[in-house]
């Protein structure tokens, strides 16, 4: 009996030494240069429906359902999705926009698991004819979520994406 306490106990220990440990927020970002000028690419940015035009998701998934509420490019504007096990099911709300700079959002993920997490699209000048574009979301890792953290790399599993729709973005804006 004794023995068993003493394993309970461990594991216990164990479970709070790593949720001690564990990260408890993570941030992604990913950046590109565009040859185009900050407001043309800006303009492109602020409308979620611009997204299935270089998103890796929609690629992932082309058929998924996608609906679209308020007006798009403005603060409020929803994108819906859901696509299949690579994409999941979520909405994306924009929350703030700083003209010309920024497009903030938010990410409410609802499959393969709930979380919710803050997006960002950023621009800046390089020169007249040159932005850089940032795109980049973080969020909080919740209890026992933040122990899988441990083992398993956020910027890894999502960077490539970011990467891959940077590089879209550039192609279809550049083209």
């Given at each position: 009996?004794?023995?068993?306490?003493?394993?309970l106990?461990?594991?216990?220990?164990?479970?709070?030494?790593?949720?001690?440990?564990?990260?408890?927020?993570?941030?992604?970002?990913r950046?590109?240069?565009?040859?185009?000028?900050?407001?043309?690419?800006?303009?492109?940015?602020?409308?979620?429906?611009?997204?299935?035009?270089?998103?890796?998701?929609?690629?992932?998934?082309?058929?998924?359902?996608?609906?679209?509420?308020?007006?798009?490019?403005?603060?409020?504007?929803?994108?819906?999705?859901?696509?299949?096990?690579?994409?999941?099911?979520?909405?994306?709300?924009?929350?703030?926009?700083?003209?010309?700079?920024?497009?903030e959002?938010?990410?409410?993920?609802?499959?393969?698991?709930?979380?919710?997490?803050?997006?960002?699209?950023?621009?800046?000048?390089?020169?007249?004819?040159?932005?850089?574009?940032?795109?980049?979301?973080?969020?909080?890792?919740?209890?026992?979520?933040?122990?899988?953290?441990?083992?398993?790399?956020?910027?890894?599993?999502?960077?490539?994406?970011f990467?891959?729709?940077?590089?879209?973005?550039?192609?279809?804006?550049?083209?």
């Amino acid at each position: 009996m004794n023995t068993i306490l003493y394993i309970l106990a461990g594991v216990v220990l164990l479970i709070i030494i790593l949720a001690v440990i564990a990260p408890k927020t993570y941030h992604v970002s990913r950046s590109i240069v565009i040859a185009k000028p900050k407001s043309e690419v800006f303009e492109n940015l602020r409308f979620l429906k611009n997204q299935d035009q270089w998103s890796p998701w929609n690629q992932k998934d082309p058929d998924m359902e996608k609906k679209f509420t308020g007006t798009d490019g403005e603060v409020g504007a929803i994108s819906y999705w859901n696509g299949n096990k690579d994409v999941g099911e979520g909405e994306q709300e924009i929350t703030k926009i700083v003209e010309g700079e920024r497009v903030e959002s938010e990410l409410r993920f609802l499959k393969p698991w709930k979380s919710t997490s803050d997006a960002y699209l950023a621009t800046e000048s390089v020169d007249p004819d040159t932005t850089k574009v940032t795109w980049g979301f973080s969020g909080k890792n919740k209890f026992p979520f933040s122990i899988m953290m441990l083992f398993m790399n956020m910027d890894k599993m999502v960077g490539k994406d970011f990467e891959e729709g940077l590089d879209n973005l550039k192609s279809n804006l550049e083209g």
